[in-house]
């Protein structure tokens, strides 16, 4: 996908508008590095409405699979994304304050009218990854350390 697709959040919102996005590891630059690896695709959409109290909200949904680097044992292992989020659209500073101090579990965002939604779902997929990614426990693999001589009381013997 090369086209950017720039929305005005409130006019996406009161449209009721949804896009859906297909995204590969060329979509996500900030992503795809040498410790996580799209596996296929990761798909993304993107839906804008009100609340019932008229407040203008994005929910965005992902999910794909990934591959990251464990940080215990430095292999590959799959990790499935199955991220849901609402985000509650203020349309200034000080109605983001309001909503922020209603329920701290809410999301809210500043009103845009230019906002990038590839870069908005590669923020929210960044935020989803695990902070130090690992193997469930027992899975990793220890590293097996190959002597080559018989001399154990040589310390440098592994620093070949």
């Known amino acids: ?9 409130l006019d996406f919102t009161r449209k009721g508008k949804h896009q859906k ?8 630059p900030r992503l795809t ?6 596996n296929d ?23 794909g699979g990934l591959k990251l680097t464990c940080q215990r044992c430095l292999d590959l292992y799959d ?17 983001l304050g309001e909503v922020g101090e209603e329920e701290e579990a809410i999301n809210t965002i500043l009103a845009e009218t230019e906002l990038d939604l590839l870069n908005f779902i ?16 027992g899975v990793c693999v220890k590293p097996q350390v190959f ?10 013997i592994g620093l070949k």
């Open 79 to 95: 990790f499935q994304i199955n991220y849901r989020s609402r985000f509650i659209i203020a349309k200034n500073e000080s109605q």
């Open 41 to 63: 695709e990761i798909e993304a959409n993107v839906y804008g409405d009100r609340e019932k109290d008229g407040k203008p909200f994005l929910d965005v949904d992902i999910s």
């Open 33 to 38: 590095d040498e410790a996580v690896l799209v």
């Open 147 to 156: 002597v080559e001589t018989s001399d154990i009381t040589n310390p440098f």
């Open 1 to 9: 996908m090369t086209n950017r697709i720039i929305i005005n959040t």
């Open 122 to 137: 590669e923020e929210e997929l960044l935020l989803a990854l695990p902070m130090v990614p690992l193997h469930d426990e």
């Open 21 to 28: 996005f297909v995204l590969t590891r060329a979509d996500l």
